[in-house]
């Protein structure tokens, strides 16, 4: 499978964005997907991830309550709506895929990568 990013751009503080990743096939319904970024510099970060249908999610700290991930299997697409960004926000964000039974925030569960989409904040 292959998975593109887009939705990336440039906003002002407590802007919002909508980043959508498309799968190349439908075996994207069984697996377990997330969302991580890296900042120029810095090591990758887990942000958020959701299990295969949809109906459990998990997101670290610094994005809770700001960011929502989400996923339509019929569309091969999952998303992340990210609302009230903030200028440590600013990275590529890239989704990977991990097996359906892995379920973690690890980069080394997740086996298939997007190239990323860049998101910058500006205070």
């Known amino acids: 499978v292959q998975l593109v990013e887009t939705g990336g751009g440039s906003v002002q503080t407590g802007g919002s964005l909508r980043l959508s990743c498309l799968a190349s096939?439908?075996?994207?319904?069984?697996?377990?997907m997330a969302w991580f970024r890296q900042a120029p510099g810095k090591e990758r970060e887990f942000v958020a991830m959701i299990n295969w249908d949809g109906t459990n999610d998990y997101y670290t700290d610094s994005v809770e309550d700001r960011f929502t991930i989400s996923r339509d299997n019929a569309k091969n697409t999952l998303y992340l709506q990210m609302n009230n960004l903030k200028p440590d926000d600013t990275a590529v964000y890239l989704c990977?895929?991990?097996?359906?039974?892995?379920?973690?925030?690890?980069?080394?569960?997740?086996?298939?990568w997007g190239q990323g989409t860049q998101v910058t904040v500006s205070s």
């Open positions: 990977a895929a991990a097996s359906y039974r892995s379920w973690g925030d690890t980069t080394s569960l997740y086996h298939t």
């Open positions: 096939e439908s075996t994207f319904a069984t697996y377990n």
